[in-house]
């Protein structure tokens, strides 16, 4: 028989078990964490996941996360160079690359024939309108070295070439399978600096 006094523990333990990459275990020990929390301590961790929820949106031009029509990148730096990722997390790790000062593109995804995720499904088709503009002197791919983010960047190369645009990926000092998001500084500034057209 259940325990009724637990549930709300389990409940919670339920809910952090549905963030990516959150087991039983550490779903566990953030849901102690909650519950060890004040009162206003919990209201304002609760207060700032449903604001992040209403108030986050897509930029209007590269699809990261804002919460303006166009994020703070898109808004202050010149858009001749483009950096394209999957995710928005992905932008977060180029950032740390101080040497960066183009703007991105997100793709949300990666084309996939297993998940059955084609070229319509993710953001391309709002890049081919933003380099069609003239003002665009060069793309970096930077999908992640997978077998879907390498499909992606030479499906993505190939639009691009028809309209005669410098495109470059990312050099493998990411070594291939692994994920942008968790690529050191320097590693990710070498792959960055030795990029080649394609």
């Known amino acids: 028989m259940k325990n009724q006094s637990l549930e ?7 809910e952090f078990t549905k963030l990516p990459g959150v087991g039983y275990k550490t779903a566990q020990r953030y849901a102690y ?12 961790f609760s207060k700032a996941v449903i604001d ?6 897509y ?22 160079i483009i950096c394209v990722v999957s995710e928005p997390k992905d932008v977060l790790a180029m950032e ?8 991105y593109h997100i793709l949300h995804g990666n084309i996939s024939p297993l998940q059955s995720k084609g070229p319509d499904d993710i953001n391309i088709k709002s890049l ?3 380099v069609s503009t ?3 002197k060069e793309v970096i791919l930077a999908t992640n070295p997978t077998v879907e983010g390498e499909a992606t960047a030479v499906y993505i190369a190939r639009l691009l070439k028809t309209l005669g645009i410098k495109t470059t990926r990312l050099a493998q000092g990411i070594s291939a399978g692994s994920d942008i998001e968790y690529a050191d500084e320097i590693t990710l500034t070498q792959a960055l ?6």
């Open 128 to 130: 081919i309108k933003r």
């Open 8 to 14: 709300p523990i389990e409940r919670l333990i339920n």
């Open 33 to 44: 964490a909650v519950i060890n929390m004040s009162i206003e301590q919990a209201q304002d």
């Open 134 to 136: 003239g003002q665009v």
């Open 96 to 103: 740390k690359v101080r040497g960066y000062k183009g703007t």
């Open 59 to 80: 930029c209007n031009i590269c699809g990261n996360f804002s919460a303006d029509e166009v994020c703070s990148i898109c808004s202050e730096r010149k858009s001749d």
């Open 52 to 57: 992040a929820k209403k108030k986050i949106r």
């Open 193 to 198: 600096e030795n990029r080649k057209e394609i």
